[in-house]
């Protein structure tokens, strides 16, 4: 009787049910980024893959969601309007209504990255005392960053961003439109902007350089 119990435990092992599920309550936000496989691995390890790309991690609570995080960070499907919702569905849930927002990190230097970027902003921004102090007033427990990572996390973004851009001037079937223009500063600095015109799958896109 013993053995037949041992026999049918080493089967249910070895064969991923269906039903298989996550132990444990999840109470990460990092999971409205991904959704768990219905299959577990060979080693019965339970799976979830990035809703943007299709990307697979091993979903076990010991293993925690570091390496979920830094995956949203540089998933080359996200975009700057993922980053965007995901900051208004955090303040429209009704449990944060009586008590203080939690901050990611990763999510905050990005919003700070981009805004740098988008407004002309110098790297000595984020070390604004004025900046630091409307910063905490908002959240005590946002963790400021100086101006060297500052520069750090825009050249991140640049690099992550250029590649995918490469990624959809490859995948174009027709031909590019370039066009250029290029003027002179008030202090005699040169400058050239490109601009390509192409119609991919979808629609008609213009992306300027």
Request: hydrophobic share 30%.
């Amino acid at each position: 009787m013993d053995s037949k119990k041992k026999n049918s435990n080493a089967s249910s092992l070895t064969k991923p049910s269906t039903n298989f599920k996550r132990k444990g309550k999840l109470t990460s936000d990092v999971w409205e980024n991904f959704e768990f496989l219905d299959v577990p691995e060979a080693q019965g390890n339970l799976l979830c893959k990035c809703k943007k790309c299709g990307q697979r991690y091993n979903a076990e609570s010991r293993q925690g969601t570091g390496n979920l995080k830094r995956h949203i960070k540089k998933c080359k499907k996200r975009t700057f309007r993922d980053v965007g919702q995901l900051i208004l569905d955090s303040s429209s849930s009704s449990s944060m209504m009586n008590r203080i927002p939690t901050i990611d990190c990763d999510v905050f230097r990005e919003i700070l990255s981009i805004a740098v970027v988008k407004h002309h902003l110098p790297f000595q921004f984020a070390e604004y005392s004025g900046i630091k102090k409307c910063f905490s007033y908002i959240n005590p427990e946002v963790k400021l960053v100086s101006r060297n990572t500052l520069k750090g996390d825009v050249l991140k973004m640049f690099k992550r961003e250029k590649e995918k851009l490469r990624d959809e001037l490859n995948a174009i079937r027709g031909r590019i439109s370039l066009t250029s223009d290029c003027w002179t500063s008030i202090t005699t600095d040169g400058y050239m902007s490109l601009t390509a015109h192409f119609v991919d799958n979808q629609e008609y896109c213009k992306r300027e350089f």
